[in-house]
T-cell receptor, first 112, second 109 residues
């Protein structure tokens, strides 16, 4: 399939550990978005890339969260010194320009 | 700040019983209103984009409509496989989408 893929699908971390979540967008999609979804809630915007440029990071909850997309394709969301409140599903989406966004399956992060 | 409110939070219908889901929004400069379907353990699946008041789109048993303040997702003669959480989102001045909390729909056989 040619959809958005994310890895790992599940991640368990001890409080204080660093984690890295990967997103492979749909080929040719210039826009890439990261969202955080808590249980029973809708996704919340974290950050947005257009090609390799991070144009909006207003949704990142703290400076422990960092995202990159160095070659304009694959993106990595890194969370340093994880806390229990970081437990959530992290969703990646891609789009061609400002059209509809297509989502990956998400990474479920559990911080113990 | 863009805001989206969906109602009801949960809805249980019998198979074949038509109904509507509501999405009320406030946004500065609507660039698009989106409906997604989300199954447990999966990412949101795109359904529709609406751009301006009066616009309607249909897909199988689903029809989405848009006014200046709200959108409706009409479900006609639903089947059990339509059971899912339906999410509404808007894109306004910001690049990311602002989502509602969703409506959890259950269709009983």
């Amino acid at each position: 399939g040619a959809g958005v893929s994310q890895s790992p699908r599940y991640k368990v971390a001890k409080r204080g550990q660093d984690v890295a979540l990967r997103c492979d967008p749909i080929s040719g999609h210039v826009s890439l978005f990261w969202y955080q979804q808590a249980l029973g809630q809708g996704p919340e915007f974290l950050t947005y890339f257009q090609n390799e440029a991070q144009l909006d990071k207003s949704g990142l909850p703290s400076d422990r969260f960092f995202a990159e997309r160095p070659e304009g394709s694959v993106s990595t969301l890194k969370i340093q010194r994880t806390q229990q409140e970081d437990s959530a599903v992290y969703l990646c989406a891609s789009s061609y320009g400002f059209s509809e966004q297509f989502f990956g399956p998400g990474t479920r992060l559990t911080v113990l | 700040e863009d805001q989206v409110t969906q109602s009801p939070e949960a809805l249980r219908l019998q198979e074949g019983e038509s109904s509507s889901l509501n999405c009320s929004y406030t946004v500065s400069g609507l660039r698009g209103l989106f409906w997604y379907r989300q199954d447990p353990g999966k990412g949101p699946e795109f359904l529709f984009t609406l751009y301006s008041a009066g616009e309607e789109k249909e897909k199988e048993r689903l029809k989405a409509t848009l006014t200046k303040k709200e959108s409706f997702l009409h479900i006609t003669a639903p089947k059990p496989e339509d059971s899912a959480t339906y999410l509404c989102a808007v894109q306004g001045g910001a690049d990311g989408l602002t989502f509602g909390k969703g409506t959890h729909l259950i269709i009983q056989p």
